[in-house]
């Protein structure tokens, strides 16, 4: 089993910063991708997996494991960025994303891919893949956690709501969902196509425990999952105000980068904030 070692602020957000620059390397080298979803979500990874999560590289399948769905499965490239930080695989395994012959499929596959806990790419069904899986970890006895993340336009899908209900009702306080509320879907902005917001009044009338923080703030991230753990007889929403895009300037809250290459001279703009950004972390 690995020992975590807790992060300070700034080790974190250099860890974030480096996934984002993963995404757009792997992006770039693939060919395809969609690195805007990845962006909003980096600092919520970096938290996850670098700080929080009980996880063990060597034993991918160790039961004691926390558990980890992303719901919006079209944001894998920053996934596997992450896993292959972690020592799941390879750093150079990122240069085969939506390959063939490669385990990094375009939505994650837990049946490929070392560390991904399920399989995910259809829209809407992450929280209900995670009620299953914290239910039948409280079952066997297992004192772990299940984090999803899902984006705000997935929240239209109606299996989102009645997961939601049944996590309520049978106390699943286990379950730790984040909202990566970004405004934007594939086809536009949320708010101008079928809006959710406000987002948190929906979780409340589900009986969920709900907190309300700025996605990219490494410290507010930290101190919601330490407040949803105290929360012990109901499952936890923890909506995350974030930028589509985020840290790279002709990305964010651009939706035409939802699903987008960059060209050799816009690879090499954000390669260079990206960089800029990291010594900045440093200083």
């Not at 987002?199 to 309300?212: G, I, L, P, T």
């Amino acid at each position: 089993m690995e020992v975590l070692i807790y992060m300070t602020v700034d080790e974190l957000s250099r860890i974030a910063n480096r996934l984002r620059l993963d995404v757009v390397e792997t992006v770039h080298d693939a060919g395809d991708g969609h690195p805007g979803p990845c962006m909003s979500i980096a600092d919520i990874m970096a938290v996850l997996f670098f700080d929080e999560m009980k996880l063990d590289p060597q034993n991918p399948r160790w039961s004691e494991r926390d558990r980890f769905v992303l719901s919006k499965g079209h944001a894998c490239p920053i996934l596997y960025a992450a896993l292959a930080r972690k020592g799941y695989f390879s750093l150079d395994e990122l240069k085969g994303l939506r390959s063939l012959g490669s385990f990094l499929q375009g939505h994650p596959d837990m049946n490929k891919t070392p560390g991904v806990d399920t399989v995910s790419g259809s829209l809407g069904n992450g929280v209900a893949i995670g009620l299953g899986m914290a239910l039948g970890c409280k079952m066997q006895g297992i004192d772990n956690y299940v984090y999803v993340i899902v984006g705000d336009g997935e929240e239209e899908e109606g299996i989102i709501w009645e997961a939601a209900m049944a996590a309520a009702k049978l106390n699943a306080g286990n379950l730790i969902v984040f909202a990566d509320l970004n405004n934007h879907q594939s086809g536009g902005k949320v708010t101008e196509l079928s809006s959710l917001y406000p987002v948190e009044d929906k979780w409340n009338a589900f009986h969920w425990h709900v907190q309300s923080i700025d996605g990219h703030d490494i410290d507010a991230i930290r101190s919601a999952v330490a407040e949803a753990k105290k929360v012990t007889d109901k499952p936890s929403l923890i909506a995350c105000k974030t930028l589509k895009g985020k840290n790279i300037p002709y990305m964010e809250d651009n939706n035409a980068w939802h699903k987008k290459v960059p060209t050799d001279e816009e690879y090499q703009k954000a390669m260079e904030e990206l960089k800029r950004k990291e010594a900045a972390c440093c200083e």
